[in-house]
């Protein structure tokens, strides 16, 4: 069985109605993103950026996987599938993808700000985290998402994904957010990449590659016809 990497971005979820900041001038739902996805922001406010989560998850309550998302599971029929994302929220678990890794974190999981190894994912009914709320060892849980200026955990397992791709496959990502836009020059040299979004993307100076200037849900239809 073939092995096909799926790289998807802010894009893929866009659909189901949840806003990105780099669509208006690094305001995250209003909040300036040094505010609540930077260290710095949790130091000086963690309060407010307890508060900024708890909307995001309630947010996350009300919308569902799109097409896009359901499409990509039909691949696993035939495909080893990977799908490597740098959403936060979890529609791709929810549509039925068997194999999912976060490179920015999860919404809907909390850590401990000193035993960050103690992560806890919440229940709808605990969507709500205040401060006080806390690991067994005593330390204040803080969203289970990679801020700016934080390292990438995952970057590593999914370079060696990506390095035995035989199809690698972009879905609304911009290709300007590092590390993950470097991963395309991971991508086997022989493996045909596929770019799915609506604008003009930087693409990669590299035979075999082919953008499809769509939106996600109709993006992933094309996709399923051509593979």
Sequence with gaps: MKKLVVLTGAGMSAESGLSTFRDS??????YPVQQVATPEGWKKNPELVLKFYNMLRKQLLKVK???????????EKKY?????????????????????????????????????????ELKPEEYEV??????PFGDQFRPHIVWFGEDVPMMDKVILKTEKADIFVVIGSS?????????????????????????????????????????????????????
């Design 80 to 120: 080893d599938t990977c799908i490597v994302t740098q959403n936060v929220d979890n529609l791709h678990e929810r549509a039925g993808s068997s194999n999912v890794i976060h490179l920015h974190g999860e919404l809907i999981k909390v850590r401990g700000i000193v035993h960050g190894e103690f992560i806890k």
């Design 65 to 75: 996987p799109n097409d896009g998302h359901k499409g990509l599971v039909e691949l």
């Design 175 to 227: 290709l300007v957010v590092y590390p993950a836009a470097a991963l395309i020059n991971f991508v086997p040299t022989n493996a045909p990449i596929y770019v799915i979004d609506p604008k003009d993307v930087s693409l990669p100076s590299r035979p075999n590659v082919h953008h499809l200037k769509m939106k996600a849900s109709e993006g992933v239809r094309k996709l399923l016809e051509i593979l």
């Design 130 to 135: 205040k401060m006080g709320d806390c690991t």
């Design 25 to 30: 001038n690094g305001l995250w739902e209003n």
